[in-house]
């Protein structure tokens, strides 16, 4: 981060917290991009993405082991979601992967949005929890369709979600849960031949940060409302040489004076395919600041990297050249951030004001 930058924020390295477990059958691929949470216990816990051979991912959970105030490693304690069920799986691949889950104090759950590996590719899911461990799945996000967009949101790949852990005002002035998303427009990686299609008003093919909204009221009233999104709307796309391919969401927004801080990694390279672990790309992770009363208004965006892969750590694994902030967690008073190093470890970093 340069000192003018607008965001007030840095990050600093701490070290790494998990490594994939020598003759752990499930860690084979690598431990990455984790979630996080508090549970029943008030111990936080780590809910890491674990890739066996053949790139098969499942959720574990792992308590983080705290010294002097800063996490430095974990203890593992099972599986908590895999995929079992026939949407999660395809002829020759299956996944629950890349999990994001948000404590939202009014529904008294964590909500986890993960990404299911099934027949047609990367499709976000939700789930919920009152303990970390029982996962209660709510299947397949819908995009409810908008005519002015004229574009189905669900003929997209979609990644990189994460819910707002605070109910917001949506556009059309109803309280809500918001949601952070990342279309992906290549319909050919559906159905080969189609290309890229984008909704109406986008002028930027590239992969960017959308915002969807759920009325609170639907939800208490069916929890099955958590799955169904609307109201759907841009809100930042790449801008910086750092970004300069995609940008995708990361951890779940925390709330600051300014607004809302959102980590976000930028992507430069070139992308072989949805279904391949890359080989050509760099992850560095940047940050927004939203509005806090408008959730889709950027006010402020760092014009370099906060973190980048630098040590052999974040450079050499299973997609090399990868930092990939997935939770923050506040720790003794201070705010930590856990990211994915080269889709193989997790590391972990001090977020600090720079005011």
């Given at each position: 981060?340069?000192?003018?930058?607008?965001?007030?924020y840095r990050l600093?390295r701490?070290?790494?917290?998990?490594?994939?477990?020598p003759?752990?059958a499930?860690e084979?691929?690598g431990v990455?991009?984790?979630?996080s949470?508090?549970?029943?216990?008030?111990?936080?816990?780590?809910?890491?993405?674990?890739?066996s051979?053949?790139?098969?991912s499942?959720?574990?959970?792992?308590?983080v082991i705290?010294?002097h105030g800063?996490?430095v490693?974990?203890?593992?304690?099972?599986?908590?979601?895999?995929?079992d069920?026939?949407?999660e799986?395809?002829?020759?691949n299956?996944g629950?992967?890349?999990?994001?889950t948000?404590w939202?104090?009014?529904?008294?759950l964590?909500?986890?949005t993960?990404?299911?590996y099934g027949?047609?590719?990367p499709?976000?899911a939700?789930a919920?929890?009152?303990?970390?461990?029982?996962?209660?799945?709510?299947?397949?996000a819908?995009?409810?369709?908008?005519?002015d967009?004229?574009?189905?949101?669900?003929?997209?790949h979609?990644k990189?979600t994460?819910f707002?852990p605070e109910?917001?005002?949506?556009?059309d002035g109803t309280?809500?849960?918001?949601?952070?998303?990342?279309?992906m427009?290549?319909?050919?990686e559906?159905?080969?031949?189609q290309?890229?299609?984008?909704?109406?008003?986008v002028?930027d093919e590239?992969?960017?940060?959308?915002?969807?909204y759920?009325?609170?009221?639907?939800?208490?009233d069916?929890?099955s409302?958590?799955?169904?999104w609307?109201q759907?709307r841009f809100?930042a796309?790449?801008?910086?040489?750092?970004e300069e391919?995609?940008?995708?969401?990361?951890?779940?927004?925390?709330r600051i004076?300014e607004?809302?801080?959102?980590l976000?990694?930028?992507?430069t390279?070139?992308?072989?395919?949805?279904f391949s672990?890359?080989?050509?790309v760099?992850?560095a992770?940047?940050?927004?600041i939203?509005d806090?009363?408008?959730p889709?208004?950027?006010i402020?965006?760092?014009p370099?990297?906060?973190?980048?892969?630098?040590?052999?750590?974040e450079?050499?694994?299973?997609v090399?050249?990868?930092v990939?902030p997935t939770?923050i967690?506040?720790?003794?008073?201070?705010h930590f951030v856990?990211?994915?190093?080269?889709?193989?470890?997790?590391?972990?970093?001090?977020?600090?004001?720079t005011?």
């Amino acid at each position: 981060m340069t000192p003018a930058s607008p965001v007030p924020y840095r990050l600093t390295r701490v070290g790494v917290v998990m490594t994939p477990e020598p003759g752990n059958a499930d860690e084979a691929e690598g431990v990455l991009n984790p979630a996080s949470g508090r549970g029943p216990d008030g111990r936080l816990y780590l809910l890491p993405r674990l890739v066996s051979a053949g790139n098969v991912s499942r959720v574990g959970i792992a308590r983080v082991i705290v010294e002097h105030g800063v996490p430095v490693s974990v203890e593992r304690e099972g599986v908590v979601l895999q995929p079992d069920r026939g949407w999660e799986r395809g002829v020759g691949n299956a996944g629950t992967e890349d999990p994001r889950t948000t404590w939202i104090e009014a529904l008294g759950l964590h909500v986890m949005t993960y990404v299911a590996y099934g027949p047609l590719g990367p499709r976000t899911a939700v789930a919920v929890s009152e303990d970390l461990r029982e996962w209660r799945r709510l299947g397949p996000a819908m995009f409810r369709y908008q005519d002015d967009l004229d574009m189905d949101l669900n003929l997209f790949h979609n990644k990189d979600t994460v819910f707002f852990p605070e109910p917001v005002t949506a556009p059309d002035g109803t309280e809500s849960l918001a949601v952070l998303h990342r279309p992906m427009w290549d319909l050919g990686e559906t159905k080969p031949g189609q290309g890229v299609r984008v909704p109406a008003g986008v002028d930027d093919e590239r992969q960017s940060i959308w915002i969807s909204y759920v009325p609170l009221a639907a939800v208490r009233d069916d929890l099955s409302a958590l799955a169904l999104w609307e109201q759907h709307r841009f809100v930042a796309g790449p801008q910086y040489p750092f970004e300069e391919l995609k940008i995708g969401g990361g951890p779940p927004p925390l709330r600051i004076p300014e607004g809302w801080l959102v980590l976000h990694h930028g992507v430069t390279g070139v992308i072989d395919s949805a279904f391949s672990q890359q080989q050509k790309v760099n992850y560095a992770a940047g940050a927004l600041i939203l509005d806090a009363e408008d959730p889709t208004r950027v006010i402020a965006r760092t014009p370099e990297p906060l973190l980048a892969p630098e040590t052999d750590d974040e450079r050499s694994g299973i997609v090399p050249n990868v930092v990939f902030p997935t939770a923050i967690e506040e720790i003794e008073g201070r705010h930590f951030v856990f990211y994915g190093m080269a889709d193989s470890k997790i590391g972990v970093a001090l977020l600090e004001r720079t005011d």
